[in-house]
């Protein structure tokens, strides 16, 4: 079975700060990791994701993952915070069939 | 190309009443998906189409809940009697296969207020 923690329901950053969001997943398959992100009244956005290869993984609008096997991690980062990055950042494992457990999410507040 | 289509957008009923959500996937998708998104968490799957063809509904409340996707476009999800606890964001996605490298796209969603 899968499971996502993401770590702190809210995070306050100023403007031009490093962006840091924790997930952490369980599965007993390889899994497939990503992260979405969902402005008010509108649906979820693909910002990247996880499959094979390249731990690093690079996303739109300047975010980065990197998925951390040893640590089962897969933690959301970007060097400057922006306004526009005001949103509710969700992070998900697929694994073992095709069913995507969705974490319960982080709101990310950016201070100017 | 367009995106995923919900209607209504927003929906009151009270308790007991009946409740039906539509959703017109991106066209060409194969799958379709009905999440409910209760606030404070994150999106769980309640149905999952491929085609007109059931994939998962493990996670339906079938003694109240019940969705179709007739001709394996759109998709219609019925509630039928609503409860308190079903007042929620139901969001509806598509991809174009079922399998694990497919993005999902997702409509802005229906909230639905029971009272």
Known sequence: AQSVTQLGSHVSVSEGALVLLRCNYSSSVPPYLFWYVQYPNQGLQLLLKYTTGATLVKGINGFEAEFKKSETSFHLTKPSAHMSDAAEYFCAVRGGGFKTIFGAGTRLFVKA | ?115
């Open chain 2, 1 to 115: 190309e367009a995106g995923v289509a919900q209607s209504p957008r927003y929906k009151i009923i009270e308790k007991r009443q009946s409740v039906a959500f539509w959703c017109n996937p991106i066209s060409g998708h194969a799958t379709l998906y009905w999440y409910q998104q209760i606030l404070g968490q994150g999106p769980k799957l309640l149905i999952q189409f491929q085609n007109n063809g059931v994939v998962d509904d493990s996670q339906l409340p079938k003694d109240r809940f019940s969705a179709e996707r007739l001709k394996g476009v759109d998709s219609t999800l019925k509630i039928q009697p609503a409860k308190l606890e079903d007042s929620a964001v139901y969001l509806c996605a598509s991809s174009l296969r079922g399998d694990e490298y497919n993005e999902q796209f997702f409509g802005p969603g229906t909230r639905l207020t029971v009272l």
